[in-house]
């Protein structure tokens, strides 16, 4: 269903219009945006937010569903992996692990989107985050899950200051997905490194289906256990 550009932005309020860039999927050469997520949603549905996670000098006032055109910006939009890995604890309701080590990688096709600037988001240019929102007839979004990201291994290097967080992940998917602004996957499974504040492009391994799947059961057992995204063969980068 089409909807006006007008008719968008009279649900965003105006503060927000005039610190962001209205997106549509003509303006990125892209119909779809990518969020991860480390709890499934029923019926692959997202729904906007308030975020509780957001940093403290982000805006934190339009519910929205966060969001980047790859999954290296998805990666910097989260931030904290390796903490999710190192903190890793336990839920004192369910008894479980908070983290199972990994993340659902969904793909949202996207009508109209928002990319805040740096009085919004302050490390935009590093995530490319984009909002989906609500508006007129759309409370949420139909998602599609194209995968699972999960991490192999954290590896910490010393420096003179800060030390740096180097995480190895394995990422599987069954369609074609954007990794960085330049390089795209189509299906397959893939392993590579992030180091937070250093990487700029993703620099992907392809990997058999059986050693994903190994490395899975043994870091990754209780993400999705039960419904493993089966790749017949990798057609390459």
């Known amino acids: 269903m089409f909807t006006n550009k007008d008719d968008y932005l009279k649900y965003i309020p ?16 892209q119909n779809y945006l990518i969020h ?3 709890i499934k949603h029923k019926d692959d549905i997202l729904i906007p937010n308030v ?11 339009l519910a929205r569903v966060h969001t980047s055109t790859d999954i290296l910006g998805c990666l910097y939009g989260i931030a ?3 903490l999710n890995v190192i903190n890793n604890h336990i839920n004192k309701n369910t008894n479980k692990l908070v983290f199972n ?33 609500r508006y007129e007839n759309v409370d949420n979004y139909k998602a599609q899950l194209v995968g699972h990201l999960i991490i192999d ?23 074609t997905i954007k990794l960085d602004s330049i390089k795209e996957i189509d299906k397959g499974n893939i392993e590579f490194d992030f180091t937070i504040g250093v990487t700029k492009q993703l620099d992907p391994v392809k990997i ?15 993400l999705s256990i039960n419904d493993n995204i089966n790749i017949p063969f990798f057609k390459g980068l």
């Open 153 to 175: 291994h954290v590896s910490v290097i010393p420096t003179d200051s800060s030390p740096l967080f180097t995480t190895s992940f394995l990422l599987n998917t069954n369609d």
């Open 101 to 133: 080590n990994g993340y659902y990688v969904y793909k949202i096709p996207f009508e109209y989107a928002l990319r805040p600037n740096t009085k919004l988001v302050f490390d935009v240019e590093q995530s490319n985050e984009m909002w989906l929102t």
């Open 36 to 38: 991860l997520s480390n």
């Open 14 to 29: 105006k503060y927000i219009q005039d610190n962001s860039t209205l997106i549509t999927p003509e303006s990125i050469n």
């Open 80 to 82: 904290i992996t390796h």
């Open 208 to 222: 058999r289906q059986y050693d994903y799947e190994g490395k899975k059961q043994l870091h990754a057992s209780m």
């Open 51 to 61: 975020s509780r996670r957001a940093a403290l000098v982000e805006d934190n006032t």
